[in-house]
């Protein structure tokens, strides 16, 4: 509320259940603003903030208690709870909204909200909008403004509170688990789904909810497909398999990738160019530290891979001229990373005024480079088609560095082949 100009109020509205097929509903997924501006966890729901009003500032819309509706899909806050648990000043039945949200619109100058994510609650706000105007015998003057609310909630979303960090290092500590468990588990034979199995169960067996996103297991040339999650095919002895999969706990979510050979060795060739990932991981990771720009971390990824594909003479060229030309987006075609919290793909922006960002204590970020070179690939060496190698960690920026918030499960290859034989 300190934030926002005078005289104006925010309007947050809960994520619209989606249905998922006939009777089925997805799993219900709270709007994560909604969720970071105060926990709560209900669908048709809409949080206002009204900076001044005497009645009070947070006001809460919510479904009315239902003994015979809670009986069949669950508890209810309904107004009371929002105000005794939720931190609402003032809450109403959301069957109400219609009569009363034009009101509380009157002669406030401007309206904080996220348009364009839900159409029908952006039509929703318009008719409360008009309705102000066509108040029968008033003069009612409705807002004449619109501010985007999210870039507002954004910037603090990008700066992680110690509450917040508490969860995501618990994020972290469990998805990595499940990561070593997988490493454990995998032999040729399996199929895909199989190690996916074995990731989630370790994630909800720790008190996740699940995964953040949906997990990515790819056998062998699947690796090659950046969000493969079919899952369905047999590993097999002799390919890698690249995983990538986080869990989401109380709202945070983790992000790690993991390649590790089906059979527990890699081959020359795997290991050639997963010491090529690896090492430009470690580059980008020593470029996290306040103060410094965000781009220089992916421009260390891609400098250490160029040059290694130069080494290995899967590239041809100076390795400079190679850079100048994105001469890696064969084979490394996505950025180092992107900001992490609540959302996988976390807000804030990446530049202001067109320069990019200087981390700040408290920005999380996964680092993720990776190689992928397309089984297709006709003008590489044929040893090297189909081999496919990302390793992705979770970093927190702190005082005087980052702090890997994944780091218990091994990305250097003798500690993975001694995990395996382990
Ligand atoms: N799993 C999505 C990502 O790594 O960005
Ligand atoms: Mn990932
Ligand atoms: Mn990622």
């Not at 997805?26 to 994560?32: A, N």
């Not at 959301?94 to 509380?104: K, T, V, Y």
């Not at 469990?174 to 199929?191: D, N, T, V, W, Y």
């Not at 020593?286 to 594909?309: F, M």
Request: aromatic share 8%; glycine share 8%.
């Amino acid at each position: 509320m300190a934030m926002m100009q005078g005289n104006s109020i925010a309007v947050i509205a809960a994520a619209p259940e989606k249905i998922r097929s006939k009777d089925t509903h997805y799993p219900y997924k709270q709007s994560t603003n909604l969720s970071y501006l105060s926990g709560f966890p209900e669908p048709q729901s809409v949080m206002l903030l009204i900076p001044g009003r005497s009645q009070g500032e947070v006001v809460f819309f919510c479904r009315d208690k239902d003994l015979l509706r809670e009986t069949w899909d669950g508890y209810r806050q309904g107004p009371a709870g929002a105000v005794q648990n939720f931190g609402a000043d003032d809450a109403f039945p959301i069957d109400d909204i219609d009569d009363i949200l034009p009101g509380m619109l009157e002669g406030r100058d401007r309206v904080y909200y996220g348009i364009g994510k839900d159409a029908e609650f952006d039509k929703h706000l318009m008719e409360w909008v008009n309705g102000v105007r066509h108040k029968r015998g008033s003069d009612a003057m409705p807002p004449g403004e619109f501010v985007d609310l999210d870039h507002l909630v954004n910037e603090m979303r990008l700066i992680k509170s110690a509450a917040e960090i508490k969860l995501m290092r618990k994020a972290g500590e469990i998805s990595a688990r499940a990561h070593r468990r997988a490493m454990q588990m995998s032999r040729p034979g399996l199929f895909e789904y199989q190690l996916q199995a074995e990731i989630e169960h370790e994630f909800m067996l720790s008190g996740a909810t699940g995964p953040a996103y949906t997990s990515i297991v790819g056998g062998g040339e699947n690796g090659c497909i950046l969000h493969y999650i079919e899952n369905r095919d047999k590993l097999r002895s002799g390919d890698l398999v690249l995983i990538d999969a986080g869990c989401e706990y109380q709202d945070y979510a983790a992000d790690i990738s993991r390649t590790f050979p089906v059979n527990g060795k890699f081959s020359p060739e795997q290991a050639a160019i997963y010491d090529i990932v690896l090492a430009s991981q470690v580059a980008a990771t020593e470029l996290i530290a306040p103060g410094l720009e965000y781009n220089l971390a992916n421009d260390a990824t891609v400098r250490v891979i160029t040059q290694g594909l130069v080494d290995l003479k899967i590239l041809q060229g100076e390795v400079e001229d190679l850079i100048a030309r994105g001469a890696h987006r064969d084979f490394y075609m996505h950025n180092a990373g992107h900001w992490l919290g609540m959302d996988v793909h976390d807000v804030g922006d990446y530049k202001i005024d067109n320069h990019w960002r200087i981390y700040e204590p408290g920005m999380a970020l996964t680092v993720e480079p990776g190689i992928y070179i397309s089984p297709d690939n006709t003008n590489v060496d044929e040893k090297w088609r189909g081999i496919a190698v990302r390793i992705e960690d979770d970093m927190l920026v702190t005082k005087t560095g980052c702090e890997n918030l994944t780091s218990e499960v091994p990305s250097a290859r003798n500690e993975i082949e001694q995990l395996m034989a382990s």
